[in-house]
């Protein structure tokens, strides 16, 4: 059975070399919020678009593999 999408989205907390921002967090915790709202679409958006603003932030990774969790997730209908 394979996991939701929520249940394999989170941020870990990664501590690292790379200081992060209070913005880039929070841009980051959008997409991420967005992703277990069921809204793929636009979580992918943000997350594209923080890789823009932010390329060298220590959740570049992060929003990487993000990105690619969400190419491969189903869609699945958000909840009302």
Avoid: C, H
Avoid at 4 to 27: A, D, F, H
């Amino acid at each position: 059975k394979q996991e939701s999408i929520s249940k394999q989205l989170y941020w870990k907390g990664k501590t690292g070399n790379t200081p992060v921002t209070p913005e880039e967090v929070k841009m980051f915790r959008t997409a991420i919020e967005e992703a277990k709202a069921s809204q793929k679409d636009q979580a992918s958006a943000t997350l594209k678009s923080f890789l823009e603003k932010y390329p060298k932030s220590g959740l570049s990774g992060d929003a990487q593999d993000t990105l690619k969790l969400l190419a491969e997730a189903p869609v699945v209908p958000a909840k009302s």
